[in-house]
C-alpha cells in the first residue's frame, strides 16, 4: 500500500470512529509507530485532523479550530473569489465591521480600493495591514487577546461594540448549517459575533463551501438574521437552494 493511500485510509477510519491511535493504526496497517505518528503529523499540518497524545481526533469536531496559519491557505482561491464580491458591496466613505477570520481577511484586502472608510475589527491581523493607510480610519475592539485567532474577544470587545453601529458587518463562522444556524466553536467567540450583528444595518456572511453544512459548539443566530450569505461555486446546488428556501438572499462567487 502507498503512502498517501494508507493516510487517506486513516481519515476514513476517523470519520467513522470518531478518534484513532497509534497502537491501533500500526496494526491495522502493518507499519511502525513512528510511520503512523509521521502520518499523523502530515494529516494535521494539512489541516485534515487533530494530533492528540496517542491518537488523533477529527477536525470536525465542533470544539476544534485549526491553527490560523493553516486556516488562512485553506481554500485560499475560493475566499479571494468571495472578497472580491463582498467588496462591491461597500462605496466609499462608509462604515464596516470585520470579524476575525481569515475569509474577512481578504475581504480587507479589497476593501483597500475604496476611500474614506472607517473600518471596525477585532483581528489584529485586519488592524495591521490597515493601519497605514491614509485614507482609512481603523478602529481596534479591546479586549482579551487570542493569539491562536490574531483576535480580539471577551467583556472589553462586547462594551465597545455597544457605541458602535455600521453601514456593514461581514463575519465568517466555523459552521453555516440551515438547521442549526451560524455557529463558531465557543461561547466567548459566538458573544462577540453575536453582538456584531446586532450593530450593523447590512449583516453579510462569508463563508466558502467547506463551511456550509459544517455545524460547530456555539450557536451564533439562526441563518434568517443575516441579509445576505455569500459562498463560492463549490457549494452544491440542494444547499444553496435549502438557505434560500429559507430565507436567506445567497450571492455566488465564481472562483477563476
Known amino acids: 500500500m502507498f503512502a498517501e493511500e494508507r493516510r487517506q485510509q486513516i481519515l476514513q477510519h476517523l470519520r467513522q470512529t470518531g478518534k484513532v491511535t497509534v497502537e491501533e493504526l500500526s496494526a491495522r496497517f502493518g507499519v511502525s509507530a513512528p510511520t503512523i505518528r509521521a502520518d499523523l503529523s502530515l494529516l494535521e499540518k494539512q489541516g485534515l485532523l487533530r494530533r492528540t497524545h496517542g491518537g488523533a481526533l477529527p477536525v470536525e469536531s465542533t ?87 490574531r483576535a480580539t474577544l471577551g467583556e472589553l470587545a462586547l462594551h465597545a461594540l455597544d457605541v458602535v453601529y455600521v453601514d456593514h458587518a461581514f463575519l465568517s463562522f466555523n459552521g453555516v448549517d440551515v438547521r442549526a444556524g451560524y455557529t463558531s466553536v465557543d461561547f466567548e467567540a459566538a458573544a462577540v459575533k453575536r453582538k456584531m450583528m446586532q450593530h450593523a444595518r447590512q449583516v453579510i456572511v462569508v463563508a466558502d463551501h467547506a463551511k456550509v453544512g459544517q455545524i460547530a459548539f456555539a450557536q451564533v443566530a439562526p441563518v434568517h438574521t443575516a441579509h445576505l450569505l455569500i459562498v463560492d461555486d463549490g457549494v452544491p446546488p440542494d444547499a444553496l437552494s435549502a438557505f434560500e428556501d429559507a430565507g436567506v438572499r445567497v450571492l455566488i462567487a465564481a472562483v477563476t
Open 63 to 149: 470544539l476544534y479550530e485549526p491553527p490560523y496559519a493553516i486556516r488562512e491557505m485553506k481554500n485560499l482561491p475560493e475566499k479571494r473569489a468571495i472578497a472580491r464580491v463582498a467588496a462591491t458591496l461597500v462605496q466609499d466613505e462608509e462604515t464596516v465591521l470585520l470579524d476575525a477570520g481569515t475569509t474577512t481577511f481578504e475581504v480587507a484586502l479589497q476593501l483597500k480600493q475604496r476611500r474614506g472608510l472607517k473600518v471596525v475589527t477585532n483581528s489584529l491581523a485586519i488592524a495591521l495591514e490597515l493601519m497605514e493607510r491614509k485614507d482609512m480610519e481603523v478602529v481596534l475592539l479591546g479586549g482579551s487577546i487570542h493569539p491562536a485567532r
